[in-house]
DNA sequence: TACACGTGGAG
DNA sequence: TCTCCAAGTGT
């Protein structure tokens, strides 16, 4: 049975080739969206146009017109767009939501296997939600964050239980399930069901920050002016607004990177504010780099790791051996039984969460 | 608002 | 080797 949503404004009706490319997957040609494409009937983030852009000067801001961007980015996307399992016209909303999830400050090479494997195993919400958590922890693998994991079967089940096992169309309803935020309920209501939303991701927020801002990075977290300016430059019609979503959203991932601007093949070279005025450097404080060897997090990471690999419950003794300082494993573990990622048993074992 | 939360590849 | 960072969310 058909999973979830209709087509996804994303891909054209045609079929993959059947050799579908790997996680470094070249360019895959994504025509134009199909005529009688998605359903798209919500039009929330109305908001005055230009207004919001800064003054423009010359011909780098496009304040008055946001078409000029729209564009050019829209037909490098078409001829760039890699070929992802979730921009199939078959992957669904629940294949979307899934990516969505796993996509959370995770790299799309490592997203690629699990993703598969996940929806191959649970190809609807409903199928998750019926089993134990712990499954969901196990199956995440070595994504990183597991408390993404959990989150995601409490949505399935949110799903299955409120909403009949279909995914909600609407922004607050994916707005009230676990581990959506804004970012994840705007790019589901627009990958997914072809709606107009502001969808700020890191790459969007870097690719406007460079070519209509004018710095070389947006602010650490995201800013009231960052969603105006985006709402600011969505296109009216829908299907056009997600197609321009996940266009500035690749081009951010395959061209305007952090530490690369590949400014020869990007299609808004000519008026990017940040090229133009010379390529100034990040001013302000250096973001904070996070260390990670010896922190808590490491020590939960390898607890979980033995308990994900463990077919049953692991002895408490066979934990201890993961990290020699007492104290800190005992924080750690604590930490993940209090989020729900570990089930402590009450003869001195530990396993995946049952339910 | 700032910080906690995993993991591994790239430069 | 070591720093940076990858489609964020929750508190």
Redesign the pocket.
Known sequence: MTATSPHSPLTPPHTTPPHTAPATAAAAPAPPAPAGAPPAESVPDREAPASALPASGGAAVTAGDPAALHTPVIAWFETNA?D?P??RPDAGAWGVMV???M????????VLPVYEQWLARWPRPADLAAEAPGEAVRAW????????AL?LHGAAQAITERYDGDVPREHAQL?S???????????VAS?AYGQRHAVL??????VFARAVTGVQ?PP????AAERKLARALLPEDPGTAARWA?SS??L??LVC????EGCARCPIAARCAWRLAGKPAHEGP????????G????V???L??VL?DAPGPVAQAVLDTVWNEPVQRA??LD??VA?G?VEPLDNGLYRLPQG
Do not use: C, H
Request: aromatic share 8%.
């Open positions: 890699r992802l979730w921009r990516s969505e999830f996509l959370q400050q995770t790299p799309v090479s490592r693998g070595r994504l990183g964050y597991p408390r993404r989150r707005l399930l676990p581990g959506i935020g804004e970012y994840t309920a705007a790019a990958f991701d890191t790459n969007v927020r870097r990075y650490n977290a995201t800013t996940a959203m690749e951010g991932a990177t952090a530490k690369n250096a973001r904070r780099g996070q260390t990670y060897a922190t808590d997090r490491q939960r990471g390898r979980l790791a994900r924080r750690a930490g993940l989020d990622l």
